[in-house]
């Protein structure tokens, strides 16, 4: 049963500590995505990649979060120094990009981040 | 922003009811696809219609598109209270570096009373 698994579950940390989250994608799927939902923002796209290249990271806050595949079984999200307004649920998804043909995303189940 | 919007925000109907929810997005697309999230759980995919798919049927789900409104509709027939979840729906790209990828509206919170 292909699925995509996030680690950690659920992380608590101190503020300005390093978080470093990871996704590991369904064998094949060519698309990575990170997420990160929030109450008052609703899911917000941080980074995505095609091909392990990253495409669109526009929304990430770039002086603190970074975002890498260093392989095809492996997406990491980190944020270093982390802020209580980091405090959310992050999202990896993964999914097939082809041509012109996109396919449904995967998500995992998430990281739920409280910075405190 | 080229996210799409929900329209209503909340929903709130009786079991055996249908429920209507409404997308409207901004940019060409490939697809548009429909996602249910329960409280605390990652999202699940539901159906995708292809942008040149008018209208599709899955169980008790059926979507329309339509390209010229830039607008979708899901419609969910004889509700039950295990339809209690939040909806998304998410465009998708059509175009060269932005191909797949989703844009997400903020989601309509659909409560169905037993």
């Known amino acids: 049963d292909a699925r995509v698994t996030q680690t950690p579950r659920d992380k608590v940390t101190e503020m300005g500590q390093e978080v470093t989250m990871r996704c590991q994608p369904i064998?094949?799927?060519?698309?990575v995505f990170w997420y990160r939902q929030t109450m008052m923002q609703g899911l917000e796209l941080l980074a995505y990649?095609?091909?392990?290249?990253?495409?669109?990271d526009s929304g990430m806050p770039k002086d603190r979060f970074s975002a890498e595949m260093p392989d095809a079984t492996l997406a990491t999200l980190k944020i270093q120094p982390s802020e209580p307004r980091d405090s959310a649920v992050y999202f990896c998804?993964?999914?097939?990009?082809?041509?012109?043909?996109?396919?449904?995303?995967?998500f995992g189940q998430g990281t739920r981040l409280t910075v405190v | 922003s080229q996210q799409g919007e929900e329209d209503p925000q909340a929903l709130s109907i009786q079991e055996g009811e249908n429920a209507t929810m409404n997308c409207s997005y901004k940019?060409?697309?490939?697809?548009l696809q429909w996602y249910r999230q329960n409280s605390g759980r990652g999202l699940v995919h539901l159906i995708l219609?292809?942008?040149?798919?008018r209208e599709k049927h899955s169980g008790r789900l059926r979507v329309t598109l339509d390209t010229s409104k830039k607008s979708s509709s899901l419609l969910i027939t004889a509700s039950r209270a295990a339809d209690t979840a939040s909806y998304f729906c998410?465009?998708?790209?059509?175009?060269?570096?932005?191909?797949?990828?989703?844009?997400f509206g903020r989601g309509t919170q659909l409560t169905v009373w037993p």
């Open positions: 998804a993964s999914g097939l990009s082809l041509d012109r043909r996109a396919t449904e995303a995967f």
């Open positions: 064998l094949g799927h060519n698309t």
């Open positions: 990649f095609r091909n392990r290249a990253p495409l669109d």
């Open positions: 940019t060409s697309i490939n697809n």
């Open positions: 219609i292809r942008s040149n798919e």
């Open positions: 998410a465009s998708v790209a059509d175009r060269g570096s932005t191909l797949g990828r989703l844009y």
